[in-house]
């Protein structure tokens, strides 16, 4: 199933997403007893992670519910136009939002970089302000002041963790997910503050990082699908358009540390928490190769198959 956090006239609500439309859960479960006799209710979820596995309690039920509209005609008036509602990032607050740079070979290529092998090296992972990078599908990125001239974008596959640990195997990994979404992983490809300072050794690492944190600078959504949606997260095509032209199309099979690697490697020295993000990193094809920037106008089409497109209009910093 796939699953939304999304506003409609001033309320928090959680639908089931169909790209077009959203069925709300608890109309949902209702119409499901009506044709069933099963009583299911979803009503009472008051957090996204109650309606997802392996540890929410109205998971299983949620599933059932899901498969039930899918495998039948979805009465209209069920139905939401994704138009008529603002959707929302999936999670409200995680706790961490955690990414990866250079885990598609042909990405670290492009770069000017030789291509990587597993067995070469380890993640290479940082952090996001969740607070006030992470930002809602169909809401603006905003090109900062402070450097407006090499904005990028990185289409990203992106892990929801639904269960606390530790220490946790790669074979045990894809137990603890809740589901996957999609991140745009907006990057300054060229932020060097204070231009007239002493160079110092660590300057052109920490030029990267600034490039990352800017206010917008992770949009997410525009659902959360479950492993029952996605049983192998490394088949999945991953396309973003940059208005109408597309940009980058690849797959998640070209990663080089697949997403169980990636949570057993990230859990061996910090505890996940349920509602905990991880960016899986972006394939080739980011504007940087060829001197392509976003512009206040342009919008990003971020697409990830049995998952959904997130779109990101693009203005200046006010």
Not at 295 to 316: E, F, M, R
Request: glycine share 6%; with cysteine.
């Amino acid at each position: 199933m796939r699953i939304s956090r999304y506003e409609q006239d001033g309320q928090i609500k959680y639908g089931f997403y169909f790209d077009n439309y959203l069925v709300e859960v608890g109309a949902a479960a209702h119409a499901y007893k009506t044709a069933t006799g099963e009583a299911i209710d979803l009503s009472q979820a008051s957090c996204i992670l109650e309606l997802l596995p392996p540890c929410g309690a109205l998971a299983v039920d949620a599933e059932k519910v899901a498969a039930w509209l899918i495998s039948n005609e979805t009465p209209a008036d069920l139905k939401t136009c994704i138009d008529t509602i603002r959707l929302l990032i999936p999670i409200a607050r995680p706790n961490k939002l955690f990414l990866l740079a250079g885990n598609y070979s042909a990405h670290v290529q492009e770069g000017g970089e030789q291509g990587i092998e597993r067995a070469e090296t380890f993640p290479y992972v940082f952090m996001k302000p969740p607070s006030t990078t992470l930002t809602n599908p169909g809401q603006s990125v905003e090109i900062p002041k402070v450097n407006p001239n090499e904005i990028d974008w990185e289409l990203e596959l992106a892990i929801v963790i639904g269960k606390q640990g530790k220490h946790i195997t790669e074979a045990d990994a894809l137990d603890y997910v809740a589901g996957y979404t999609v991140i745009n992983d907006i990057s300054d490809r060229a932020y060097h503050p204070f231009p007239n300072r002493k160079e110092r050794s660590r300057d052109a690492f920490f030029d990267w990082m600034h490039g990352k944190w800017h206010d917008s600078f992770c949009p997410c959504g525009p659902c959360v699908a479950t492993p029952v949606t996605i049983p192998d997260p490394q088949a999945l095509d991953l396309k973003l358009s940059l208005n109408d032209e597309l940009r980058q199309d690849s797959t998640t099979a070209l990663q080089v540390f697949p997403v169980a690697a990636v949570i057993e490697f990230i859990s061996q020295s910090i505890t996940l928490e349920p509602g905990d993000i991880i960016s899986t990193g972006t394939p080739d094809g980011v504007g940087k190769t060829t001197g392509t920037f976003i512009q206040a106008g342009d919008t990003l089409h971020a697409h990830i198959s049995s998952i959904g497109t997130l779109t990101s209009p693009v203005i200046n910093e006010a």
